[in-house]
């Protein structure tokens, strides 16, 4: 194989107070601050996703979920065990 391809399903929630990437029970939640209109949302998630996996955006490509608020990305040059060593270091969901 000449490179590896992994994806990775995360939940989106738009329009939050403050942006970020958290881990809930094992899903990965990305909050963007757009709005749910025009792919706006979508295309902040993919930003955020990229700069938590130290990826390239250009990495990162939407795979399903263009219209709903759980969606997978792809993810070019990270083996499925590389995303999950990654995924591991991102930060838990604060709880309040």
Known sequence: ???DVAALTVRVV???NRAGAERRGGQVVLRVRAPAEGGRATEEARRL???ALGVPRAAVG???G???RTKTFEV???SP???AARVAAIGPAATS
């Open 1 to 3: 194989m000449l490179y």
């Open 81 to 83: 065990k590389m995303i």
């Open 62 to 64: 939407l795979r399903t």
């Open 49 to 51: 996703l990229a700069e």
């Open 66 to 68: 263009a219209r709903s």
């Open 76 to 78: 070019e040059g990270l």
């Open 14 to 16: 738009p329009r939050s």
